[in-house]
């Protein structure tokens, strides 16, 4: 592979790396609340695309509306379940819910599903690549890609050009102030929730097309989407679209790079250790992320 192969590569995986982070700094900027289950909801999709396309028998890119509505609906369900009452609380104690929701959700998928890794063996893009010029892409990473920036294109557009999405901006900017113009903001954290679990849940639906589904899978690329958002600044969806890419073309030419100049140090097991140093170095001088704009 070379540095241009894996430039694009990395841009693939970084615009689905961006899709997972999306959700988990919605709610952080609606409500400045850290998502610590946001890796388990990303399980649920990755699940959800798998059974549905076992037992019904079709193609998991078909399963993506399930996956999606399955995201909402436990965003939705975690909000007025739990979050609503942890509000009432001092901050702490949003911090260990979450991390409690977490660990049930984790634990839930063990009881019900076991520890086994299992994979998607058939659907119309698995095992297909597509050339283009001197290029050759997986079909599967390709499609993730592609359908991740559209995702992420549709919420960038529904947050800036719909009431509703301007009623979002607004709750995340002063709550207080929004519920005084007569935006119900109990509305607008539910609506912040629903659409964090469900582009969490796309994202899930498009990673188990060419990733395996386990129940810890949700930890790897939670820790990656915490990354993206301190990296882009919390609060920002610009900042976490180009910081999900850059993420993504670091963990793709950092290895690339490495075996160029015939270094084990630089090999793909420390391609996460390239990426975490970048974060360092850019929180360190420059705290509020490359496009920070919330204190």
């Not at 993206?228 to 670091?250: E, P």
């Amino acid at each position: 592979m070379t540095l241009i192969d894996a430039l694009l590569q990395g841009i693939l995986m970084g615009l689905l790396f961006a899709l997972v982070a999306l959700g988990l700094n919605i709610i952080w900027g609606v409500m400045d609340i850290v998502n610590f289950a946001h890796g388990e909801f990303l399980m649920i999709g990755m699940y959800t695309t798998y059974w549905t396309s076992l037992l019904l028998d079709i193609d998991p890119l078909l399963t993506l509306p399930v996956a999606a509505l399955v995201g909402v609906l436990l965003g939705i369900a975690s909000y007025y379940g739990l979050i609503r009452y942890l509000l009432r609380g001092p901050a702490i104690a949003q911090l260990f819910g979450t991390f409690g929701l977490m660990l049930f959700l984790r634990y839930l998928a063990q009881f019900l599903f076991g520890i086994d890794y299992r994979i998607i063996q058939k659907g119309i893009l698995i095992g297909k690549s597509l050339s283009i010029g001197p290029f050759i892409f997986d079909c599967t990473k390709l499609a993730a890609g592609l359908l991740s920036l559209f995702a992420f294109a549709f919420v960038y557009y529904f947050l800036n050009k719909t009431k509703t999405g301007k009623a979002l901006k607004a709750t995340s900017i002063n709550k207080e102030a929004a519920s005084y113009m007569g935006i119900r903001t109990d509305k607008m954290n539910a609506i912040a929730w629903a659409i964090g679990g469900g582009t969490v849940g796309i994202a899930g639906g498009l990673l188990a097309n060419f990733y395996y589904v386990y129940p810890t899978v949700g930890l790897l690329f939670v820790m990656i989407a915490f990354a993206c958002v301190a990296l882009g600044g919390f609060g920002s969806i610009k900042g976490v679209f180009f910081a999900g890419l850059l993420v993504g073309i670091l963990e793709m030419v950092f290895p690339v790079f490495g075996s160029l100049v015939n270094s084990d140090f630089l090999g793909p097991h420390f391609k996460f250790t390239i990426v975490y140093l970048t974060y360092f170095i850019i929180v360190v001088f420059r705290p509020q992320g490359l496009f920070g704009w919330k204190n």
